[in-house]
Structure formats: C-alpha cells, structure tokens
C-alpha cells in the first residue's frame, strides 16, 4: 500500500502517462509509457512518486515541498512546463489524455525530469540580485519607513520561487541563449521597484546591454506558465518603461518603444515610415530604402505622404495626456498582465473595492469604474 | 576518495538557519561552506507562511518581556528561560537587520512592518510578509549569500560526521548529480538540517525533512533533547497535511465542527481560536474523536473576513486550499485537521549552539536550544532560526578561527566508502517505500496527538521490526535509516515521560502535568545500537510553573 492510500479512504484511479527517459552518461532517451494507480486526488508529482516506488526506482526528478513554494519540481507536460506538485490528475484521466511528460526546456537535461540549473543561477547571479542600501536608513536603526502602496510595486516580482519554469518556456531564450531571461529579470525589477536600492540607475544600465531587457520578444509564454502569478514579461516591460523615464534610451529596442508613443500621440497610427530611422538610425534606414520600396509597392506599409492621421485623433492625445497627468511614469504606467486582469474582474463580479497588490498604487484600473 | 575541500566552517543545511548562521560565519573572517542535498532556495523554511515573533510594537505595545513569558507559559513550563530571554531581547535587532537587507514585509499605515495577532501571544507580534514570510526571508538570506559570494556544496546529501580526537572535523556527502562521495573537512561544522516530519504520514513537512542532522549527530554519540515533543499543527489539510497557515486565525477565521459550533469556546473560552497549537491540536481531535467531525476533520471558516481581505494577506493560503482541497475559502470553509508540524526536541545545545561534541554545532529546528520546550508559539520558529542561527555562527567562526588544524583520518573515509558500497551491493531486500510508509502511518497512529502506554509500547516493538527490516539502496534509504533511529529516540523518551505536558499529551493514564518529577528535558543518546535515555533540568529564571489556561 502506497502511504496515500494508507492515509485516506480515497477512491482511485488508474493513470497513464508517458515519460521522456534520457541517460546523459549514454545520450539514450526513451519515451516510456507507464500505467499505475493512484487516489483520486494525486497531483503529477503522486503520480510520479508511485511510478518511482513501485514501477522503476531509476527514474529521476526533483522534488521537495510538495506545496508550490519550493520551485522544485518544474517540468514539461505535453510540451508545458508545470509545477509536478501543483497539477492535479483527475480531470486530465478524465479526459482520457495521456500526457507526455518531460524535462524542462532552456536548461540541459542531466537525466530524466532533472536539468541542469547552473545557467539558471548564473543569470540570476548576473542581474546583482541583493539590495543596494543607499539612503534614508532610518537614524533610530529600525526600518525603513515605507507605504504598503509602494512596496506592492514589487509584489509579484517577489513571489517568485526561481523554478524556471519561465526559461524553460522562454522564446527568446532559445534564439538567443546569453538572454538575461524572464527569471532574472523580474529579480531586477524586484530591486529597480525596491525604495530601499540605491542601485536604480546602474541597474537599468546594466539591463539594458545586449542580451538584456530588450531581447525579449514579448511572446508573453512566461506570463502564460508561470505558477506563482509573477508575471515576468510586465516585470520586463517595467524595466523598460524604468529605462526610459531615467533617459537610457540607447537601446533600438527602446527608440522603438518611444517612437510607438510618438507616432500614437501625434498621428493615431503607427507612423510606420520613420519607425526605422527612428529605431536604427539613418544609416541603416538608407540601406533598407530598397526593401522599404519594395514593401511599399506590394502595399505592405502606407507611403510616409501625407501624414496619415486617424480620424479621432484627439482621443489618442487625450489618452496620451490622461496617462502623464495621473503620474503614471516608469513602472506605474504598465498595465498588468491577464493575471492581474482576471483578477480585477472577479473582484468587480463580487462587488469588492479595489485595493488588490497586482494594481499599481494610487491608480484606479483601466476599466474599475464600468 | 580524497577530502574535496576544507573550510573553517561548514553549515550542514541551507534554510533560515543553516544561511543565517553562515553570513554571521563569513562576516566574522571564517572561510564558510553550506553543503545542502537541495538548492538552498528549496529549503521548506520558505513554506513558514505565517511570520516571524519580535517584540517590535508596531500594532500595539509590546517588550521582549512580555514575548519571553508568553514563550515559557507557551511551552509548559519546560522552555530553558535564559535561552527564550535571549531570543526575545536580539530578536527586534535581527528582523530590521532583515528589513535592512531587503525583507519584503507587509507594511502598517504608517509605513513600518506590519504585525498580525499569533496564537498565545500578549500581544499582536507576528512580523509578517503577506502569508508568505518564510519565502521572503529564504529569498533574502540567499541574496546575502549570492552577494558574499559564499561556497554552496548544493546537491550533496550529508551522510556522515567526521570525527577525530574528540572533534568534529567534517562531513561526508554523497554528491547526488555526479555520484561518489566526498569528504569536507571543517575546523566547526553547524548542523542546520530542520526537522523530520516524514516520520508521519500527514505532515506540513517537506520530503526533504528526515532529519538527517539530528540522526548524524545522534550516531557520532551527541544527545537529543526532548525527542517526544513533536508539535501538531491544527489546521493542515487532508490527505497530506499542507499547512493552512495561523495567519487566517490571527485575521480572525473560526474553527467549527460539523454542528457550525465554534468549539474552541469550550476548550479556551478566552483566547478561542488564538490559544496555544497543542490545546487546539487537543481540541479539535476531541471533537472528531467524539463524532462532530466532517470526514475526520474540523472546518476553518473564513468567509466572513471578506475577498479583499482574503486576497490581499491570505492570497497563497487560497490559492492551497483551492488546489489541493478543490474549496475557495471566499465562499466555503476548508476542512482542516491536525497534522505532525514541528519537532521541538532536537540537538541538545547552549545559548550559542554548541554541542556536547567540540567542533559541532546546532540550530534551527534541528536543534533544542531548547526555546520551545514542551510546545511552540507560532512565528517562534522562524526568529529561533534566525537569533540561533546567527548566535551559532558567530560562535563557530570564533572557535575555527582561534583552532589551526583540520584532520580527517583516512580510515574514516574507507568505512563511509564500504558501507556505502555493501549498500549498493544489495540486489534482494525490500525496498523502502514499504518500511517508510508503514513507519509513517503507525507513527500517526501510536505516537499522534493523544498518546497511549501500550500504543507508544507497540510502536516501540513496530519500529525495531522495521529496522530490522531495512536495508537497502542509497538516498531515500539512507534517509530512511536516519528516521528509523529517530523514531526510536521519540518512543522512548515518550514512554519516559509519564505526564501530560505540552505536545505530550497522556489523557489516558497520566492526564496532568508533573512538575514535581518531570519538570525537566529528556536526553537520548545512541550507545551500542540502542537508544539509552537520560534527564536534564530546565533553566529557570523569572518565571515558576503556573497553571497553563487560555
């Protein structure tokens, strides 16, 4: 008897599943398909522990808390990554799927379920990840005097429990894998958002050299699997809405970040035309004259005369305005990720003020007032 | 097999305690090393949600004083009073020097950390960072680490104590991703292992907890200390004991039973669902014991505190009660019940951590310093791993850094080597799983919240059956075997202490406490295979024994 169905009275199930064997020491890898039972209520990890108890003791995998707090257990399901320990089995057995789990992508495999985190903790190690002390450390030696507000500026980054689940997902990662990536850099924005770091400046510097923040391509992947709701994608964007309020703006990422706002507020449109020159300089945008032509002609981008300005202009500008009145610069003015809309909704179904951390301080939400 | 490394101090265990005590270490000029068998941001002290215990008087007026008696009153009486005063008095200090280093605590109105009302406490004292403190402090212990550059020997599973002329001089480990083992030499060497919840089958601990400090010390000859004292915590969730955290009942969630009655008004009418862990533990097992139950469990209410509310400081507590419970508390009560949380027996040390073995150190949970006597407080737990943690690493780098040598005789290492390889060896035998869940599932049973002679005596007969029983392949067994010995410390010292105290809790024949003959700390030490028991008085200060109500 396995120690869960020792425990309770449980009804069980039969799982099937299959896994990604691999041998570094031999480079063999074999997808296995096991079939064991398990209590109704065994989550992936369960079902792996009985798989190693009882089928094949050789299978590898990490694991420790078994209450998503630990960032142990970070793997693939079906080409995902998941926490092992928070996904439950029932529905998915229900489903008849027979999900196909491996190690975690981004990260070399040493065996089985269990990469290598080594690149994982030496980007984390790059970002400079521990506090910068400079100013206002309180004369009486207690602590720093902060609102609840500003602290929560950094709520979701400081959930983070360094699973990599966000790397393994990470689309710029694979392309590039110098990339800072989502992991560390939301450790950044955990410092740069912090009142207490004195390090602002010369982080954002740092951050903003290649393979830093402007190598992401916003595929919004780590947003999308992240398991603690951190939200890594906002914690770039925030670095990079930090980078330019602070004028390091030497980045073509960040010139075209910029030139987005300008075109918006000025024409409605994204004045595509000058979107090169505007990003990568004029040099650069004489060598593409041809190929700017050429897209031109096949109608793929509008000729730069005469300005094309939408209709209801004004209410662009109006945003525009309504943004720099209401302070938002920098980090302020991201607006969150799904996690923090779903939330923002559930708490409107249910008729509860708005006071939650993922919102920015002293902002209402974009659409609160409906 | 060569020494892999020497240091001046090695940290065997890399959470709260083992990563405190290794900052003060290296701070102190010591060159410092943690060996832990997971990454030191695994360790289960991030799963501490509730907060930490400081005397700061930020949610109302509060002096080291008043924590320090709520902590001996707290323990029944069996808490060593110099050792809980010193906790009380550093630990303000040490949680703004958190604070300083970046702590991500909640905040009050007026921009300092927030504190939340714990259970038995005088006064509201828990420091908290949403529920979520033990996170937030591991994380910031590991970027001081990161920031002094400090050696981890992550991955390696410490196996083995070294010991020569009287002195602990090292540790050998089996390096988990590479294979082999591996010796490291230490001048000191602090255990910081954490507890041994694995021995019960619904337990809030991680299945990293087994123990293995209090097991490696015991079998070098050192003493543990109040090995019965194994606190339930009363509100985890079935079927495994995920931990609800104390921090909705200090927000004001209430305890029912299948009646809707707040029970706690008939177990302790004043301090209701915020009395001490064991009289709750006690109470809600009365109640299902006694059929107003709901599927052998007990329900936490807090609806009433409101979505917001919930949202903003119960956010990961929901999230847990809705993944593993399949409820959201917005709108039901979780069922909850008592499940094995915290061993306040541990390795038997002073005020600076020191063990009766030179050379060896002790802190945090696998210690018994001893600040919890017969019951903790929550939120103590987390300060005792940071003031001891500290307190240990100070003292062990003084000690290193005033001793030259390091020695490990190579005899010591061709033993670990053969043994390791016989175990290996072994193609027949049964596999652990068998002998670790029937330890588990008898343990709850015979050594549970209430306690029987003749259960504790079945147990007792039940474990050296599966000792003899055990044998076996590498990690889970090597683990397993340090939970076998362990487990065997906790039955007899149990049976030894024939009175009701704390977390040992004998309704059945010896219903009261005893201060006359057992107010005092049971000692076991391993000699000749077998456990051999011996007693210790209580250092007592200010406070005299009084009857224990809430």
Known sequence: ?370 | MAVEAKHDVVVIGAGCAGMRAAIEAHDAGADVALVSKIHPTRSHSGAAEGGINAALGNASEDDPETHAYDTVKGSDYLGDQEAIEILCQEAPGDVYQLEHWGAVFSRTEDGRIAQRPFGAAGAPRTAYAADITGHVLVQVLYEQLSRRELKVYDEYFAWRLVVDEDRCQGVICWDLLDGGLKTIGAKTVIIATGGAGRLYVGTTNAYACTGDGMAMALRVGVALEDMEMMQFHPTTLAPTGVLITEGTRGEGAYLLNSEGERFLKRYAPNAMELASRDVISRAEQTEIDEGRGVEGNVLLDMRHLGAERILERLHGTRELAMTFAGVDPIYEPIPVRPGAHYHMGGVDTDVWGRTELEGLYAAGEAACVSVHGANRLGGNALMETITYGKRAGAHAAEWALTHTTVAVPESVERDAERELKQLLARTEGERPWRIRDELAATMHENFGVFRREEQMARQGELIAGLRERYENVVVQALELGFLLELATCMVVAGRARKESRGAHSRPYDFPERDDVNFLKHTLVRWRDGAPELDWKPVTMTKWQPQERTY
């Open chain 1, 1 to 370: 008897m396995s120690e869960a169905i020792l425990y309770t009275d449980s009804p069980t199930m039969d799982v099937r599943l299959k896994i990604w064997r691999f041998d570094s020491t031999t480079g063999d890898r074999e997808l296995k398909e096991y079939e064991v039972e398990a209590p109704e209520w065994a989550t992936l990890l369960d079902v792996l522990d009985i798989i190693k108890d009882r089928v094949d003791g050789s299978l590898a995998y990490r694991k420790s808390c078994r209450m998503m707090i630990c960032g142990s257990c970070g793997m693939r399901m079906d080409g995902g990554a998941v926490l092992a320990c928070k996904t439950r089995m029932a529905d998915i057995v229900a489903s008849g799927r027979v999900p196909t789990i491996s190690a975690m992508g981004n990260l070399p495999i040493v065996k089985d379920l269990v990469v290598d985190m080594t690149p994982f903790w030496s980007k984390f190690r790059a970002i400079g990840p521990w506090l910068r002390p400079g100013y206002d450390r309180p004369d009486d030696g207690k602590e720093y005097r902060i609102s609840q507000e500003r602290m929560n500026v950094i709520h979701k980054e400081s959930l983070c429990i360094n699973c990599g689940c966000c790397v393994s997902e990470c689309n710029a990662m694979e392309s590039d894998p110098e990339f800072l990536g989502p992991q560390a850099l939301a450790k950044g924005m955990r410092f740069v958002g912090d009142p207490r770091d004195a390090g602002t400046v010369e982080r954002l510097e740092d951050y903003n050299d290649s393979h830093g923040i402007w190598d992401c391509t916003r595929c919004y992947y780590c947003n999308e699997r992240c398991p603690k709701g951190v939200d890594p994608r906002d914690a770039i964007a925030k670095l990079g809405a930090e980078s330019i309020k602070h004028g390091i703006d030497r980045d073509m990422g960040a010139k075209h970040a910029k030139w987005f706002v300008k075109s918006a507020m000025t024409t409605g449109w994204l004045r595509e035309a000058e979107l090169v020159p505007k990003t990568q300089g004029i040099v650069s945008a004489i060598k593409q004259t041809g190929f700017a032509l050429e897209l031109a002609r096949h109608g793929k981008v509008p000729p730069p005369f005469p300005p094309h300005v939408a209709e209801r202009v004004k209410e662009a500008r109006l945003l525009y305005d309504l943004v720099k009145e209401q302070g938002r610069d920098g980090a302020l003015g991201i607006v969150q990720g799904e996690h923090a809309l779903a939330r923002i909704e559930f708490l409107e179904e249910h008729g509860a003020r708005l006071n939650a951390p993922e919102i920015q301080p002293g902002v209402e939400p974009p659409h609160a007032e409906g």
